[in-house]
């Protein structure tokens, strides 16, 4: 899992990832976003305190982290990392 390595990314990014926190974790129900450091992802909690959906911090397909709170594909595989129609569609519960 941790093995991956990513593509590096320039300094301005790295730089703000220290400040602001390494990595994004989102609700798949609401688009509720967090951000995290990877030491501190045992406190990610893994339901939204909004709407009881599926807070999601890697992707399903390939377990890659996600860089940013807008990111809607995996960096990595390409896979939907989370439904396109939160930003404006209908808010639907996320479950299996
Ligand atoms: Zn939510
Ligand atoms: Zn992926």
Same mark, same amino acid.
Request: charged share 30%; proline share 8%.
């Given at each position: 899992?941790?093995?991956?390595?990513?593509?590096?990314?320039?300094?301005?990014?790295?730089?703000?990832?220290?400040?602001?926190?390494?990595?994004?974790?989102? #609700?798949?129900? /609401? =688009?509720?976003?967090? &951000?995290?450091?990877?030491?501190?992802? *045992?406190? !990610?909690?893994?339901?939204?305190?909004?709407?009881?959906?599926?807070?999601?911090?890697?992707?399903?397909?390939?377990?890659?982290?996600?860089?940013?709170?807008?990111?809607?594909? #995996?960096?990595? /595989? =390409?896979?939907?990392? &989370?439904?396109?129609?939160?930003?404006? *569609?209908? !808010?639907?519960?996320?479950?299996?």
């Amino acid at each position: 899992m941790e093995a991956r390595k990513r593509p590096r990314r320039n300094w301005i990014q790295e730089e703000r990832r220290k400040t602001l926190g390494d990595w994004v974790a989102f #609700c798949v129900g /609401c =688009g509720f976003t967090l &951000r995290y450091f990877v030491e501190l992802e *045992g406190e !990610i909690p893994p339901t939204c305190p909004g709407c009881n959906g599926e807070v999601r911090h890697l992707c399903p397909q390939c377990d890659a982290r996600f860089p940013s709170a807008f990111l809607v594909e #995996c960096e990595e /595989c =390409g896979t939907a990392v &989370r439904p396109n129609q939160i930003f404006g *569609g209908p !808010i639907r519960k996320a479950g299996k």
